[in-house]
């Protein structure tokens, strides 16, 4: 099957998204060079990041499809971009945590580094214009975010699911899973299918032994060496 890109439908921070010519299925992601931090207030562009993002995500994207978590992947195309499926995006931001590390780490005032007995899965409301607060389970059936409660159990199962998946891979490449993000949506039979992308973006990953940074913190807090480390993530999880 071959696809060919069509028209921009739409721009957000990290992609560009277009529609593929014929078929209405599926939707043409193209990885951007560029940065946002803190709802889009810090802003840079890294020559090359779109493409290692890509990579990343491709590589998690495939190896779940082997473990059995459904995703809207479909197929790369070229260097920076991939078809997916194209799903009704549910406005939840599902974050899994590992060890404890920003937000819920200063809400709590908690020692950033504090390992979990559990996983802890939490919500936030995904709207720019709040700030993407923390929603509650029946704020969130409140909003009709979902179209069934129980869909809030499998988000939250599918979740774990990733969590228990993603931390072994990253284990393997000497990484500790901090925390990440997972956004999912409805595919036109109404499954729940996870979409978006989980690269250095959207988790926490530090080094197992020394516990440097791997990830978006570089850049959010001025690390330094930010593509370097990135590109370290994805030399790890190609070469083991
Ligand atoms: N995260 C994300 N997008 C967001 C908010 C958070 O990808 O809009 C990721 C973030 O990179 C981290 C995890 O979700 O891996 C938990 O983020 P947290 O709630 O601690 O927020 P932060 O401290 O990043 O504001």
């Given at each position: 099957?071959?696809?060919?890109?069509?028209?921009?439908?739409?721009?957000?921070?990290?992609?560009?998204?277009?529609?593929?010519?014929?078929?209405?299925?599926?939707?043409?992601?193209?990885?951007?060079?560029?940065?946002?931090?803190?709802?889009?207030?810090?802003?840079?562009?890294?020559?090359?990041?779109?493409?290692?993002?890509?990579?990343?995500?491709?590589?998690?994207?495939?190896?779940?499809?082997?473990?059995?978590?459904?995703?809207?992947?479909?197929?790369?195309?070229?260097?920076?971009?991939?078809?997916?499926?194209?799903?009704?995006?549910?406005?939840?931001?599902?974050?899994?945590?590992?060890?404890?590390?920003?937000?819920?780490?200063?809400?709590?005032?908690?020692?950033?580094?504090?390992?979990?007995?559990?996983?802890?899965?939490?919500?936030?409301?995904?709207?720019?214009?709040?700030?993407?607060?923390?929603?509650?389970?029946?704020?969130?059936?409140?909003?009709?975010?979902?179209?069934?409660?129980?869909?809030?159990?499998?988000?939250?199962?599918?979740?774990?699911?990733?969590?228990?998946?993603?931390?072994?891979?990253?284990?393997?490449?000497?990484?500790?899973?901090?925390?990440?993000?997972?956004?999912?949506?409805?595919?036109?039979?109404?499954?729940?299918?996870?979409?978006?992308e989980i690269s250095p973006d959207s988790c926490r990953l530090w080094d197992q032994q020394t516990k440097e940074k791997m990830d978006k913190d570089r850049f959010r807090r001025d690390l330094g060496q930010v593509l370097e480390k990135y590109q370290e993530v994805l030399d790890r999880l190609t070469n083991q």
């Amino acid at each position: 099957m071959t696809y060919d890109k069509s028209e921009l439908l739409y721009e957000g921070k990290a992609k560009k998204i277009f529609s593929v010519q014929g078929d209405d299925q599926v939707i043409w992601q193209e990885f951007k060079d560029s940065f946002t931090a803190f709802n889009g207030e810090k802003k840079a562009t890294m020559a090359g990041k779109g493409v290692i993002n890509q990579k990343i995500a491709s590589l998690i994207f495939f190896f779940f499809s082997d473990q059995g978590i459904p995703s809207h992947w479909v197929k790369d195309q070229g260097e920076d971009s991939m078809v997916t499926k194209k799903l009704s995006m549910i406005d939840l931001e599902v974050v899994v945590r590992n060890i404890l590390a920003g937000s819920t780490a200063k809400k709590f005032n908690i020692l950033e580094g504090t390992a979990l007995g559990e996983p802890l899965v939490e919500f936030y409301y995904k709207k720019d214009e709040l700030g993407d607060p923390f929603i509650s389970d029946d704020q969130a059936l409140m909003l009709k975010v979902v179209r069934a409660p129980e869909d809030l159990l499998t988000l939250k199962k599918l979740a774990l699911q990733v969590n228990q998946v993603l931390k072994k891979l990253f284990h393997q490449a000497q990484i500790d899973l901090v925390d990440f993000k997972l956004e999912f949506g409805y595919d036109r039979e109404g499954n729940i299918l996870l979409g978006d992308e989980i690269s250095p973006d959207s988790c926490r990953l530090w080094d197992q032994q020394t516990k440097e940074k791997m990830d978006k913190d570089r850049f959010r807090r001025d690390l330094g060496q930010v593509l370097e480390k990135y590109q370290e993530v994805l030399d790890r999880l190609t070469n083991q």
